[in-house]
């Protein structure tokens, strides 16, 4: 304990801590109780940044999994978006040979249809 600390009493000379408590008992046991309240403060001070610190890393972690979670999603999304779109673009591949399928047929009908006509 560091006694080098100089102290007044109530009237006003300069005491050491041991002096001040022999000669202002009333003082002592204020400072006293005084210490006693500010270390309980410093307990609960502490206990309660413990638990901030706690929901904060709590916070940190949900955060995380919640972002994890939302470039999975997206992930996802991406990699559906992407089956959507080769299933439309084989659908339009399906279409085009229908469609050239078709004309083809078509042409063909018409040259019969032309012969035909041509040979009455």
Same mark, same amino acid.
């Given at each position: 304990?560091?006694?080098?600390?100089? #102290? /007044?009493? !109530? %009237?006003?000379?300069?005491?050491?801590?041991?002096?001040?408590?022999?000669?202002?008992? =009333?003082? $002592?046991?204020?400072?006293?109780?005084?210490?006693?309240?500010?270390? @309980? %403060?410093? =307990?609960?001070?502490?206990?309660?940044?413990?638990? !901030?610190?706690?929901?904060?890393? @709590? $916070?940190?972690?949900?955060?995380? =999994?919640? !972002? &994890?979670?939302? %470039?999975? &999603?997206?992930?996802?999304?991406?990699?559906?978006? =992407? *089956?959507?779109? @080769?299933?439309? $673009? *084989?659908? /339009? @591949?399906?279409?085009?040979? #229908?469609?050239? !399928?078709?004309?083809?047929?078509?042409?063909?009908?018409?040259?019969?249809?032309?012969?035909? &006509?041509?040979?009455?």
């Amino acid at each position: 304990m560091d006694t080098s600390k100089v #102290y /007044f009493d !109530s %009237e006003g000379n300069e005491r050491s801590i041991w002096q001040m408590v022999k000669r202002e008992p =009333t003082w $002592a046991a204020v400072r006293i109780q005084e210490g006693e309240k500010a270390i @309980d %403060e410093i =307990t609960t001070l502490r206990q309660q940044l413990a638990n !901030s610190e706690t929901r904060v890393t @709590d $916070a940190i972690r949900c955060l995380e =999994t919640v !972002s &994890g979670k939302a %470039e999975l &999603g997206a992930s996802v999304v991406r990699a559906e978006r =992407t *089956e959507v779109m @080769d299933h439309v $673009a *084989e659908g /339009f @591949d399906v279409i085009k040979k #229908y469609a050239k !399928s078709e004309a083809a047929r078509l042409r063909q009908q018409a040259d019969e249809a032309e012969r035909a &006509g041509g040979e009455k």
